[in-house]
């Protein structure tokens, strides 16, 4: 008789890896964010159990419904990773809801907010405090598969 373990797999997400997750724009961090909208109001803003920013990014992903995700590593256990949600099935086209972030304010990369979005979300920089941007406005759309 062969004793058998199954385990169950987590899923991994490429827009979870490193490269696909903003902690920090222009060599700084990001300091605040914004939930604004593009063309849809979000739903639901929900924390998550997520604990790290991949794990965060993955909360994301496993809902069709996720535009973006902001994650703090210093937040309260709970409350490190919110995701927006949109009504069921309005979020089908890259880049049509806004995350806007700001950068600057003394943080470093990877100090302050870590974000990125879902299937349909875009990051936008709202304000650059150090006027790196052209404007104050660059928007990312982060690899989604």
């Not at 639901?44 to 069709?64: I, K, R, W």
């Not at 973006?68 to 809801?97: D, R, W």
């Not at 600057?104 to 405090?129: A, Q, S």
Request: proline share 4%.
């Amino acid at each position: 008789m062969t004793a058998t373990e199954t385990r169950a797999l987590a899923t991994a997400y490429a827009a979870c890896r490193a490269e696909n997750i903003a902690g920090g724009v222009n060599n700084e961090g990001i300091w605040e964010v914004h939930i604004s909208s593009g063309n849809a109001d979000p739903a639901n803003v929900p924390y998550t159990s997520a604990s790290t920013a991949t794990e965060c990014c993955t909360s994301c992903f496993e809902n069709t419904d996720c535009a973006s995700y902001v994650y703090q590593e210093i937040a309260p256990k709970g409350q490190q990773c919110l995701i927006v949600l949109l009504n069921p099935g309005t979020c089908k086209a890259p880049g049509s809801y806004g995350l806007g972030v700001n950068t600057g304010g003394g943080y470093k990369p990877g100090e302050g907010y870590t974000v990125g979005n879902g299937y349909c979300g875009v990051v936008t920089g709202v304000n650059d405090v150090w006027g790196d941007w052209q404007e104050g406005r660059e928007s990312w759309v982060f690899c989604n598969t």
